[in-house]
């Protein structure tokens, strides 16, 4: 079965401080994706970025950077910068036939 | 333009009642999902439907029914509540034939409280 952990329960920072949310996961499958997903207080899910199992390279979008290393089963995201308004849950999910196997999230807190 | 939408919100009920959570998309996807969120904040996929026909199914109870009228809309059916169905609903698209993506855009979620 496929699993993804989240290791980090909750993370408090201070505006402006770096921040990295770590993932890992397992899989039998040759071909997977993978997500995160931000959750705010207003309760939505946020889709932040897709990554195939084939494109190992590490993707950046402003403030946010994706480290996708399949040696180690991992897709740490991290948050440059931070931001209060970066307080939120982060999922991490991983695609198995058509259905999304999330972590547990974590919860990050940034405070100003 | 909203593209996962979900009726109501909110959702309060006594034990013992019916309710149906709608769902709607326009963003032309074949594949619709239920997931639900507990009080943890964990997400389970509950339901998933690919062009009308249910394709997934993960070990609910049958209290619980998916009903999908055509493409754009999946709806959840829940008989008989109990106090253990509180939770967020979230309604989900994707287009993983066509476009060979997995990616999942969410409604903004329906809270369920029983009481």
């Known amino acids: 079965a496929q699993k993804v952990t989240q290791a980090q329960t909750e993370i408090s920072v201070v505006e402006k401080e770096d921040v990295t949310l770590d993932c890992v996961y397992e899989t039998r499958d040759t071909t997977y994706y993978l997500f995160w997903y931000k959750q705010p207080p207003s309760g939505e899910l946020v889709f932040l970025i897709r990554?195939?199992?084939?494109?190992?390279q590490n993707e950046i979008s402003g403030r946010y950077s994706w480290n996708f290393q399949k040696s180690t089963s991992s897709f740490n995201f991290t948050i440059t910068a931070s931001q209060v308004v970066d307080s939120a849950v982060y999922f991490c999910?991983?695609?198995?036939?058509?259905?999304?196997?999330f972590g547990a999230g974590t919860i990050l807190r940034v405070k100003s | 333009d909203t593209a996962v939408s979900q009726t109501p919100k909110y959702l309060v009920t006594q034990m013992g009642n019916d309710k149906s959570i709608k769902c709607e998309q326009n963003l032309g996807h074949d594949t619709m999902y239920w997931y639900k969120q507990d009080s943890k904040k964990f997400l389970k996929i509950m339901f998933s439907?690919?062009?009308?026909?249910?394709?997934i199914n993960e070990t609910v109870p049958n209290r619980f029914s998916p009903k999908s009228p055509d493409k754009a809309h999946l709806n959840l059916h829940i008989n008989s509540l109990e106090l253990g169905d509180s939770a967020v609903y979230f309604c989900a698209s994707s287009q993983p034939a066509l476009a060979r993506t997995d990616t999942q855009y969410f409604g903004p979620g329906t809270r369920l409280t029983v009481l």
């Open positions: 990554r195939n199992s084939f494109d190992e």
């Open positions: 439907y690919n062009n009308k026909e249910l394709i």
């Open positions: 999910a991983l695609s198995e036939a058509n259905k999304l196997v």
